[in-house]
């Protein structure tokens, strides 16, 4: 477990739901990963994330599914692309990714509080 923080620490990292609009796969990646354009929303529009979750998801499958993702770091440039925010998931038991997802529904753009 990491060290305790305080709510406002919480509060500076940006996490919204988002809809995927596209997903594609990313061959000039090192590790095994899709190029995801999540939309969250008139605010802060579609973004690229590329995410390595080829394991438990094809692109097919992906389209029109809500992510949660961290929408406040620095793009990072990964190969040919520039990630724009953090899509968000946990580990299963063979390291490979599970998407981290709201239980129902919510506008896209929504904040996790």
């Given at each position: 477990?990491?060290?305790?923080?305080?709510?406002?620490?919480?509060?500076?990292?940006?996490?919204?739901?988002?809809?995927?609009?596209?997903?594609?796969?990313?061959?000039?990646?090192?590790?095994?990963?899709?190029?995801?354009?999540?939309?969250?929303?008139?605010?802060?529009?579609i973004k690229k994330s590329s995410a390595q979750i080829t394991a438990h998801y094809s692109p097919e499958v992906l389209v029109g599914r809500q992510?949660?993702?961290?929408?406040?770091?620095?793009?990072?440039?990964?190969?040919?692309?520039?990630?724009?925010?953090?899509?968000?998931?946990?580990?299963?038991?063979?390291?490979?990714?599970?998407?981290?997802?709201?239980?129902?529904?919510?506008?896209?753009?929504?904040?996790?509080?």
């Open positions: 477990m990491s060290e305790p923080i305080d709510y406002a620490d919480f509060l500076k990292v940006d996490i919204r739901v988002g809809t995927v609009v596209d997903a594609s796969e990313f061959p000039e990646a090192r590790t095994p990963a899709y190029i995801l354009r999540i939309d969250f929303g008139a605010e802060i529009g992510v949660l993702a961290v929408v406040n770091f620095p793009p990072k440039q990964i190969g040919p692309i520039r990630s724009e925010v953090l899509t968000l998931g946990f580990e299963d038991e063979a390291g490979e990714i599970v998407l981290a997802a709201a239980e129902w529904r919510v506008p896209d753009g929504r904040r996790l509080l």
